[in-house]
């Protein structure tokens, strides 16, 4: 049995006939050919499939593409044109944010939303505000550098 | 003129597509008519398969078939073993991509469906039916190397793998002379490496040409083609093995797998492409894991705070197959090692592999070396603590003191360059010692458990000359080489046989050739991970890219920079002698305006009107670099932690790493290699260890049980470095991926330790959990 389903991403809309039970993570790569958003794990621990739904993060992962049909969801594709970066990819760059890269889409499309929500955060703020995304790469100590930067050049201090 | 680069932390080349989210990972290539493959993994730790029945499975929706291992037969040989230690009577039982009669762990390959999707594929699993008739299990590798213990492998008594001994003086006459001896038992956890991303195959066959393209997860491809090869009998010339971008490996991703051996299978029976990609789960069932460690250790000091002996026994877990490299990993890489950064004249090792019924145990960053250092650093600080002295000052004492060109210790290997009494100095200074023992002493006058632990640390890594590789059983080489090709217009590529995977050596790559020839760094791509485009390499592992590459690079570019003088004084007009160089300009001695850019040479090489008599077209090298010995980073790193007597909990507030990795090409990463590589060290003290019930079935399956550091757990870590070049290397550099995490374990574990002094407790076993660490609070409290 398949369904159909609707959804914005990035500002264009993707519809198609998927079964009940798939993933938005794997309807994003899929169907949208959007493979920037990973999926990293099977129990939503990981944080690489973080995209924003409607505003808000979410983890692809844990959502059905079914119940997305009519949301908008950004992903990091959507961020920037691959030529004027979004200051948070700026940020990862300058800080050395990122080692593999793996986690990286994930954690930028999490900072924005804490920066949307809290424009100043501490160090402190931003370790909790990323909790939820593993990296094991970096240590997050440049991660968090980062994010930093970003809430700088984005006006925040 | 260029903008000098080297030594100067330029952000990194490779990371607009990475933080787009535009660089493929090898789960993301998607082929024409690709079809999914699943696999099967044995539910039981050791079972006799009677009988396996996939009909049922085969009439699903979507599947394209299932095979078992019987399938297999006479067509993929079995997963080869490739570190064979000498003298030490190894056992290589036969290991078959799909386990035939017999599962030997949780995870075991027993059949595998192919379908049109993922999720059809993994559905069909749930219909085949195997009838397991249940053996014996045995997880703690000195329990499995008792006689009584359950047998993994008939021929394989007692589960002695191998045994292996390394000895250097004379231990038993230094403990029989000591004043001061102490004692441990040290466990490693077994842990998960846990690169973000999963391992992943996609694999493409045609058989009109006989030839097998595979995207793999690798960290060496070209390992990876050699041993396809080896496994599936396809020719290596006619195996292309792509590693695209990779994210992450930390060991987990050298050996040759099952999986990659069946997903080759699946795709040439099938004629079109097939994909595997493993769901985290399955990696922490199926990829090979790190350390297994029961070591018995003991050190031996006189009065006057020298220490005169070491002395080991350890088990070391290997799972239920030996992996790829895995023998060479308690053994050479560990072993070796026993001397530390001190003065230890009389040591003696025995070393067990063990089969036990786990997922195979093989290289995780430091491999060897972390086992190592954890062993010596926590015996340094039982040793002060029976003599009284302070840790530092008893290191201070035992270092080996200030060397620049080799210095031998007790185990047989030279060490290439060392300070490490700076290191350690710089250390303490950084992180205000004294002032931290005058807090300690404040806290613990309140009750408070404040402890300060360190490891002063040296590591074996830039493996490694050749000749030794193959004295020790490797099988294969451990040189780099390295194309470095300039195109008209003075752009150049450098293609490359390593394979880096977060590292950042498309970078530091750059800055080696910018600094040697002087072209920008921006002109310059470093081209790596496809066995078709790149000269043979041995792979990215055991800190040795950038050391082992970098050599092959700065030696390609020198032949460059020889061709290009020969060439300017032929278009000058000058006598080959009186070329000078000076950053990307060859001039006419005296005469500064008489000069060929390295851009104009570039241009007429590869047009070629005007060549000296004899002189090949192109500006183009290659050079294979074999390091004539390995090379010894060191450090001290040190740690303050706080332990809550009423929960065990323990917060870790402060960290000091001073690391030094030779000549630095590129600060910035160096950090972030430290910065990773700590908090990969903190984990398995604090936090991570894989755990297994009686039966072997794992108790941390999933990444809800087994606990990552995550960024809310972990400080900002203090990074400070000093430099004292290697000695042999032409660029003087050492290497830095896996320091971190060598010395972060023994550091945390020992400031805990520290912590828990006053109470008497001076031993829990890692990681320190706070449900450990509480009973062992309260099992003090109590007189236990
Ligand atoms: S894939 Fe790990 S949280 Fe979604
Ligand atoms: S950069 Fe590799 S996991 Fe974060």
Redesign the interface.
Do not use: C, W
């Given at each position: 049995m398949s369904v159909p389903v609707e959804i914005t991403i990035n500002g264009r809309v993707f519809s198609g006939e998927v079964e009940p039970r798939q993933l938005l993570v794997h309807f994003i790569r899929e169907n949208a050919g959007l493979t920037g958003t990973k999926v990293g794990c099977d129990t939503s621990q990981c944080g690489t499939c973080t995209v924003q739904l409607d505003g808000a993060i979410a983890k692809s992962c844990t959502v059905l593409a079914v119940q997305a049909s009519g949301s908008t969801v950004n992903t990091i594709e959507g961020l920037s044109d691959g030529v004027d970066l979004h200051p948070l990819q700026e940020a990862f760059w300058n800080k050395h944010g990122l080692q593999c890269g793996f986690c990286t889409p994930g954690m930028i499309m999490a900072s924005e939303e804490l920066l949307r929500n809290n424009p100043s955060p501490s160090r402190e703020e931003i370790r909790h505000a990323l909790e939820g995304n593993i990296c094991r790469c970096t240590g997050y100590q440049n991660i968090v550098s980062a994010v930093e930067e970003a809430a700088g050049a984005m006006g925040g201090s | 003129m260029t903008t000098r680069s080297f030594g100067s932390?330029i952000?990194?080349r490779?990371?607009?597509?990475?933080?787009?989210?535009?660089?493929?990972?090898t789960?993301?290539i998607?082929l024409p008519g690709m079809v999914h493959a699943a696999i099967l993994r044995s539910p039981h730790a050791h079972a006799n398969i009677k009988s396996i029945d996939t009909s049922a499975a085969a009439s699903q929706p979507g599947v394209v078939a299932v095979y078992t291992g019987a399938d297999t037969d006479g067509v993929l040989a079995g997963m080869p073993c490739a570190w064979l230690i000498p003298g030490s009577d190894l056992k290589t039982p036969e290991h078959p991509a799909i386990a035939k009669d017999r599962v030997r762990y949780v995870g075991d390959a027993v059949a595998v469906v192919v379908a049109g999707t993922r999720?059809e594929a993994e559905d069909a699993l749930e219909h085949i039916e195997v009838e397991y008739e249940t053996l014996g299990v045995v997880i703690n590798p000195k329990a499995a190397a008792q006689p009584g213990a359950a047998q993994l492998h008939d021929d394989v008594e007692n589960n002695i793998a191998f045994t292996w001994a390394v000895a250097g003086g004379d231990a038993d006459a230094a403990f029989a002379a000591a004043d001061v001896t102490v004692s441990d038992t040290i466990t490693l956890p077994r842990l998960i490496a846990?690169?973000?991303?999963?391992r992943s195959a996609v694999a493409s066959y045609m058989a009109a040409m006989g030839e097998l393209t595979l995207w793999s997860t690798s960290q060496n491809p070209h390992i990876a083609r050699f041993l396809t090869s080896v496994v599936t009998g396809v020719p290596e010339h006619k195996i292309r093995v792509i590693a695209p971008?990779?994210?992450?490996g930390?060991g987990s991703k050298i050996p040759y797998y099952p999986d990659e051996a069946i997903t080759a299978f699946c795709a040439m029976k099938l004629g079109v492409p097939v994909k595997w990609t493993e769901?985290?789960?399955e990696n922490y069932l199926a990829t090979t894991q790190g350390r297994d460690h029961v070591e018995e250790v003991e050190m031996a000091a006189t009065s006057d705070g020298t220490i005169t002996g070491l002395r080991t026994t350890v088990y070391a877990g290997m799972g239920a197959y030996l992996s790829t490299a895995a023998p060479g990993v308690p053994t050479i890489l560990h072993g070796l090692m026993y001397s530390g950064a001190y003065n230890i004249p009389n040591i003696s090792g025995t070393i067990y592999g063990v089969f036990n019924n786990g997922t195979p145990v093989d290289a995780y960053r430091g491999a060897g070396r972390p086992e190592a250092t954890t062993l010596i650093e926590r015996l340094v600080d039982l040793t002060a603590a029976a003599l009284d002295m302070d840790p530092a000052e008893f290191r201070r004492k035992n270092l080996i003191p200030k060397f620049e060109n080799g210095h031998d210790v007790a185990t047989g290997i030279i060490y290439d360059s060392g300070d490490y009494e700076l290191t350690l100095n710089t250390c303490l200074a950084n992180a205000d010692y004294e002032g931290l023992r005058a807090a300690q002493a404040a806290a613990r006058a309140e009750g408070r458990l404040v402890g300060i632990g360190m490891a002063t640390w040296v590591e074996i890594c830039g493996l490694g000359p050749s000749q030794v590789a193959g004295a020790v059983g490797f099988q294969g080489g451990l040189w780099e080489s390295a194309i470095v090709r300039f195109h008209p217009t003075g752009k150049v590529n450098v293609m490359v046989g390593s394979s880096p995977?977060?590292?950042?050596e498309e970078t530091t790559f750059a800055q080696i050739v910018s600094e040697e020839l002087g072209v920008p760094v921006e002109d310059v791509e470093i081209i790596h991970g496809d066995t078709d485009n790149t000269p043979m390499g041995w792979g990215t592992y055991g800190s040795r890219t950038t050391v082992v590459s970098g050599g092959a690079i700065a030696f390609a570019s020198r032949k460059i920079k020889e061709k290009s003088k020969e060439l300017a004084a032929h278009l000058l007009e000058a006598a080959v002698e009186d070329i000078e160089y000076d950053d990307g300009r060859f001039f006419v001695r005296g005469s500064d305006d008489q000069a060929k850019t390295i851009q104009d040479i570039a241009l007429m090489a590869n047009v070629a009107w005007s060549m000296p008599e004899g002189m090949e077209p192109g500006l183009e090298a290659s050079a294979f670099y074999d390091p004539p010995n390995f090379t010894y980073p060191f450090g001290t790193h040190l740690a303050v932690v706080e332990v809550n007597a009423e929960t065990g909990h323990i917060d870790l507030q402060n960290y000091w790493a001073v690391d030094d990795c030779g000549v630095q090409i590129n600060p910035?990463?160096v950090?972030?290699q430290v910065?990773?590589?700590?908090?990969?060290g903190v984990g398995p003290a604090l936090w991570e260890g894989v755990v297994y019930d009686d039966n072997g079935q794992p108790l941390t399956g999933?990444?809800?049980d087994y606990a990552?550091?995550?960024?809310?757990l972990?400080p900002?870590?203090n990074v400070a470095s000093t430099t004292t070049p290697s000695p042999h290397h032409p660029l003087g550099l050492k290497g830095v991926g896996e320091a971190?995490t060598i010395a972060a374990t023994p550091t945390v574990y020992n400031a805990v330790m520290d912590a828990l002094r006053p109470l008497g407790v001076n031993r829990v076993d890692m990681p320190l959990t706070p449900e450990k660490v509480w009973r062992a609070i309260n099992d003090a409290k109590n007189g236990g």
């Open positions: - | 932390g952000r990194r490779e990371d607009p597509r990475l933080i787009t989210g535009k660089a493929p990972y789960d993301d998607k999720y846990n690169p973000m991303e999963p971008e990779v994210g992450g930390f769901t985290r789960s995977h977060g590292q950042g910035m990463i950090e972030g910065h990773g590589g700590v908090v990969q999933t990444m809800q990552l550091p995550r960024a809310d972990l900002d870590i971190g």
